[in-house]
C-alpha cells in the first residue's frame, strides 16, 4: 500500500508542478520513479496521502546529489523497513532506474544505416535525480512553507 501511495503522490506532485514532461517518455518515468522512491523513504503515510511543503522539504534535500541519492535509496531498501510487497515494487523501480540507458548513436542517410550505442548506463537515476529536484523545486515555489506577514 505504501508504494502505491508513493507513486500517486510523485504523479499529483509532477502534475501540480507542471511537469513539462510527456508522461510517455523517459524523463517523466525517470523523474515519477525517483520522486516516488524519495517520498516513499521520508514521508509517513499520511503525508503521502495529503500534500504538505513541510513534508517535502526532507525530500528536495536527498536529490541534490545523483550517486548519494542512488547510495541513500539502495540503503533504505536494504533496511527492510517495508512490507515484502512494497519492497519488491520499490526495489524493482530502482534497479530500472539503476540499469537503464540512454541510447545514442548516429544516422548515416546515405546507406538507411542507424547505429545506435547503449551510453550513460544508470541514466534513470541521474535524469530522474536532476529533473525530481527541478519538479520539487517548482513546486515548493508555488507551496511556500511559510506564508509570511502577507497572507490572511
Known amino acids: ?8 503522490s510523485a504523479s499529483r506532485l509532477l502534475a501540480d508542478s507542471q511537469a513539462p514532461w510527456p508522461q510517455a517518455s523517459f ?6 520513479d525517483v520522486l516516488a522512491l ?3 523513504f521520508t514521508c509517513p503515510l499520511e503525508a503521502l496521502l495529503a500534500f504538505s511543503p513541510e513534508d517535502f522539504d526532507a525530500a528536495h ?5 545523483d550517486v548519494e541519492w542512488a547510495v541513500w535509496c539502495q540503503g533504505r531498501l536494504d533496511a527492510g523497513d517495508l512490507s515484502p510487497a512494497d ?3 520499490a526495489a524493482s523501480t530502482f534497479r530500472w532506474l539503476a540499469a537503464s540507458r540512454l541510447l545514442g548513436g ?3 542517410e546515405t546507406r538507411g544505416i542507424c547505429t545506435a550505442t547503449a551510453t550513460c ?5 541521474s ?4 529533473l525530481a529536484r527541478r519538479a520539487l523545486g517548482s513546486w515548493a515555489h508555488r507551496h511556500p512553507s511559510d506564508p509570511g506577514p502577507h497572507s490572511a
Open 38 to 40: 524519495t517520498l516513499l
Open 106 to 108: 548516429s544516422l548515416d
Open 121 to 125: 548506463r544508470g541514466a534513470g537515476v
Open 61 to 65: 534535500v536527498l536529490v541534490i546529489d
Open 1 to 8: 500500500m505504501a508504494w502505491l501511495c508513493a507513486q500517486d
Open 87 to 89: 519492497r519488491e515494487l
Open 27 to 32: 524523463e517523466y518515468r525517470a523523474v515519477h
Open 127 to 130: 535524469v530522474g535525480v536532476r
